[in-house]
């Protein structure tokens, strides 16, 4: 079967590439071994996060380095196994978190989140998704009045750029949501951002949308990926047809590098694993928005299936062995600010946010590689930036200008 494309991962990077691809007229096939929306995309914290200009940086404080090295912590664990091999993308990291590197690198990354809402919002009108979104805001909580109010500076200078919140006292915080019972001296509540109540069901929204506009949706292994003595590209499928196309774009999240290297591309990806786990709700003790224990590293969401409790960040690599100790220890501390019900899945999800050492994603041309592209490495915010880096991505492959300076994401910048 002939396409134009053939787009390998069905998260919400590749649901958003394959869309923004067929708006541009072209024959696409979306490839993915399991149902679209069913990895990363599917569990995490679901905030559409307008908020977040400034991409995560690694902590630079001598406090931090040491007591991460306990590991103990509920918003950055290691496996040391993983961790070891990892030090040099973790030392670019380190350095691009440095002031200078870290303004210059928000300048970029500003531009993508930028068009986070509006990339959005045309998806969920054609799709008809707009029943997903749970709520606007999320509370941003803090428990030292010194973080806060540092905190609060920061809010201050994304006003600057167009960004809105409102600031709370404890007392706004109480009656804003009177079920937390943990102390805290004050939040912010960011205005613009997207509660999403499934994000699984948000790329799988997006992916019906696709098959309803006549794209083609397989299950299949990208693994499967061969060049045609043409200079094209063939992958086999589950059903059956082995599909064909001049061009491929690899966007498998955190498995993307491992077919890439096959054909001679590497870039360091450090990936940080995350958990899940739901808990029944307290009708008598309700939460009305997202919240995130800043200090502590865990979101509280409000979800389709329960509260949704997620953790930072675990250094370890995609396939390696899970270590509940995460989760096991957000939800000790969860329980301290917000009464959860019982658990209601019969263990903790997990997936993987693919992060680069400079925070930013990486799509456009595989260098050396002609005819494939890749979309990845969309760390802590792919469900906020997938459909505007597919735009942006689309416009590059068929010659059309992008939106914005697309230069500081190239994936050549890792050669
Ligand atoms: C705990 C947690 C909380 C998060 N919270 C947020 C948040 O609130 N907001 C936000 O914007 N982001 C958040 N993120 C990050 C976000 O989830 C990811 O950046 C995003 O899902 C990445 O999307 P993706 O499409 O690149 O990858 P994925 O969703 O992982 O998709 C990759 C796809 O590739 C497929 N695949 C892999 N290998 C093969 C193969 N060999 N053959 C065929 N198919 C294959 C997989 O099946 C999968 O469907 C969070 C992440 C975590 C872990």
């Known amino acids: 079967m002939k396409h134009d494309v053939i787009v390998l991962g069905a998260g919400m990077v590749g649901v958003g590439c ?32 307008r908020e977040a200009i400034a991409p995560y940086a690694l902590p630079r404080g001598l ?41 210059q690198i928000t300048r970029e990354y500003e531009t993508l989140i930028a068009l986070s809402l509006e990339t959005h919002a045309q998806l969920m009108n054609d799709a008809d998704a707009h029943h997903l979104v749970a709520g606007q805001g999320y509370l941003m909580l803090y428990r030292s009045e010194r973080e806060l109010h540092s905190f609060f500076e920061v809010a201050d200078e994304r006003a600057l750029d167009g960004v809105n919140h409102i600031k709370l006292s404890s007392a706004d915080v109480a009656r804003e949501e009177p079920s ?3 102390r805290f001296a ?16 948000l790329v799988q929204a997006y992916a019906r949308l696709f098959e309803q506009r006549g794209g083609a949706l397989h299950l299949g292994d990208a693994g499967t990926l061969r060049k045609t003595d043409a200079g094209g ?10 599909l064909e196309a001049p061009q491929a774009v690899v ?12 054909f001679g591309y590497t870039a360091p990806v450090i990936p940080k694993r995350g958990y899940h786990m739901h808990y029944a709700r307290l009708p008598e003790r309700p939460l009305h928005s997202t919240i995130i224990d800043a200090e502590n590293g865990y979101v509280i969401a409000p979800m389709k299936n329960g509260l949704r409790l997620t953790t930072g960040a675990e250094l370890a690599n995609v396939d ?16 301290q600010s917000f009464p959860l019900g019982e658990r209601v899945d019969p263990e903790p999800w997990m997936g993987t946010r693919p992060c680069m050492p400079d925070m930013k994603p990486v799509f456009g041309a595989v260098p050396g590689v002609p005819g494939m592209w ?42």
């Open 233 to 242: 590209w063939q992958v086999d499928t589950a059903q059956g047809p082995t």
């Open 251 to 262: 966007a498998l999240g955190p498995w993307t590098t491992q077919l890439t290297a096959r």
């Open 186 to 201: 004050g939040a912010v509540r960011w205005t613009d951002p997207l509660a999403i109540s499934s994000p699984g069901d």
């Open 180 to 182: 937390l019972v943990g």
């Open 18 to 49: 394959a869309l923004h691809l067929q708006a541009l007229g072209k024959r696409v096939a979306l490839v993915d071994r399991r149902a679209p929306g069913m990895e990363t995309s599917h569990g995490n914290a679901g905030i559409i996060q």
């Open 320 to 335: 390696s062995p899970r270590a509940h100790g995460q989760i096991n220890a957000a939800e000790k501390l969860a329980r």
């Open 374 to 415: 890749c979309c990845f490495g969309h760390g802590h915010q792919g469900v906020t930036l997938g459909p505007v880096t597919g735009e942006l991505r689309a416009a590059m492959m068929t010659g059309a200008t992008p939106r914005v300076d697309v230069q500081p994401f190239s994936p050549g910048r890792f050669r």
């Open 63 to 103: 406090g931090f380095l040491l007591s991460g090295a306990t590991n103990r912590r509920v918003d950055v664990r290691y496996l040391a196994r993983d961790a070891v091999r990892m030090l040099g993308p973790l030392w670019a990291y380190h350095r691009n978190s440095a002031p200078d590197a870290y303004r």
